[in-house]
């Protein structure tokens, strides 16, 4: 069967089979044959028999299941399949198969559920993945369909119309469906944040700006809005304001690096040099293991400043620090675009036979 000597390969499996009638494995293995030849009705029958003979043999449900899924057979291929898992509750391949059965026969809701399973038992495997977004996108998209049937004028309805166009880059038709959304909802927490981040994707900082003190207004606690707008207020030159949110934001989450970065940007923009200094060595200390841009821009801004501070050691350290780390992020900017590139060509490769 290796060799590809299909015909072979059943024969002899065929004849283990009759001459010891017992011998699980044989039929199981013909079933496997009958399988590759695309033989599925031949196929379940030698794995009903292997199943006649040990119950509990392993795989013999899992692949009786994909050729029921083969013939359409969805009912019949999800019992198999459950089968499967609950004599090896390890096997990733018989909940994903279980998943694509349900697919099949239309329950993504439960499919979500046996693929997420086979996603934790074999977390990197590209099928398993791809089927799981696939199940989830349906429960999505029915989700949303159940919500604009239930309330089509629902702010609920204009924020996900926002979400999906922002998703689309139609960033103007993302902003006018999330002021309707805002306009419904003037407090609810959240929304005005997304307006803002749709404001500042078109650089337009002084709305993002009102938008993210409106979003403050409804929920004060938003650390984040707060650092948005503490980094909006630096992009607009009102530093002495920026340096105040950023000072607020690192009181509420201490070690945070891109508060820290961004308030070193504040300091050195007002001139105190040796505070920038301070803040930018603890970006690079809080950034941790991590390469980042923060990371990488920390060192480059610290290199500008110790020049300043006629220390040309360490200003030559930073650049140094602030060069390598650019050329590894460069070189893993390379790397991802040609991983990208192979993928999408070994796609295109096996889209017809998948």
């Given at each position: 069967m290796r060799a590809g000597n299909l015909d072979q390969a059943a024969q002899n499996f065929s004849a283990a089979a009759k001459m010891n009638p017992a011998f699980a494995e044989a039929s199981f293995n013909l079933g496997l044959v009958r399988m590759q030849q695309g033989q599925y009705e031949?196929?379940?029958?030698?794995?009903?028999?292997?199943?006649?003979?040990?119950?509990?043999?392993?795989?013999?449900?899992?692949?009786?299941?994909?050729?029921?899924?083969?013939?359409?057979?969805?009912?019949?291929?999800?019992?198999?399949?459950?089968?499967?898992?609950?004599?090896?509750?390890?096997?990733?391949?018989?909940?994903?198969?279980?998943?694509?059965?349900?697919?099949?026969?239309?329950?993504?809701?439960?499919?979500?559920?046996?693929?997420?399973?086979?996603?934790?038992?074999?977390?990197?495997?590209?099928?398993?993945?791809?089927?799981?977004?696939?199940?989830?996108?349906?429960?999505?998209?029915?989700?949303?369909?159940?919500?604009?049937?239930?309330?089509?004028?629902?702010?609920?309805?204009h924020q996900v119309l926002s979400q999906s166009y922002a998703d689309a880059d139609r960033v103007d038709d993302a902003i006018a469906e999330c002021q309707l959304a805002v306009n419904a909802r003037p407090n609810e927490p959240g929304l005005h944040e997304e307006l803002g981040d749709l404001y500042w994707r078109q650089n337009q900082l002084a709305k993002a700006e009102t938008e993210f003190q409106s979003e403050l207004n409804?929920?004060?606690?938003?650390?984040?809005?707060?650092?948005?707008?503490?980094?909006?207020?630096?992009?607009?030159?009102?530093?002495?304001?920026?340096?105040?949110?950023?000072?607020?934001?690192?009181?509420?989450?201490?070690?945070?690096?891109?508060?820290?970065?961004?308030?070193?940007?504040?300091?050195?923009?007002?001139?105190?040099?040796?505070?920038?200094?301070?803040?930018?060595?603890?970006a690079v200390t809080d950034s941790g293991k991590s390469d980042t841009e923060t990371l990488r821009q920390s060192y480059y801004q610290l290199a500008q400043l110790y020049r300043r501070q006629q220390k040309p050691e360490e200003s030559r350290a930073a650049l140094d620090s602030f060069m390598r780390l650019k050329q590894q992020a460069d070189a893993q900017q390379s790397q991802n675009l040609q991983d990208k590139l192979r993928r999408s060509a070994q796609l295109q490769q096996t889209a017809p036979s998948q």
């Open positions: 031949d196929a379940i029958s030698s794995f009903e028999h292997s199943l006649t003979l040990k119950p509990r043999l392993r795989g013999a449900h899992l692949f009786l299941g994909i050729a029921h899924y083969r013939r359409n057979e969805y009912d019949k291929a999800i019992t198999a399949l459950k089968r499967e898992t609950e004599i090896d509750p390890s096997n990733a391949q018989a909940f994903m198969w279980l998943g694509v059965s349900e697919l099949a026969k239309g329950d993504a809701f439960a499919a979500t559920a046996d693929l997420d399973k086979a996603t934790e038992l074999k977390p990197h495997d590209v099928d398993i993945l791809y089927h799981r977004g696939r199940a989830h996108m349906l429960v999505s998209k029915a989700s949303y369909e159940d919500m604009y049937k239930a309330d089509p004028n629902s702010w609920r309805v409804a929920d004060p606690e938003s650390t984040e809005s707060l650092y948005k707008l503490g980094v909006i207020s630096l992009e607009r030159s009102k530093t002495d304001a920026a340096a105040e949110l950023l000072a607020q934001v690192l009181k509420r989450t201490p070690h945070s690096a891109d508060a820290e970065y961004q308030l070193g940007r504040a300091q050195a923009q007002m001139g105190n040099v040796d505070a920038a200094v301070t803040n930018f060595q603890a």
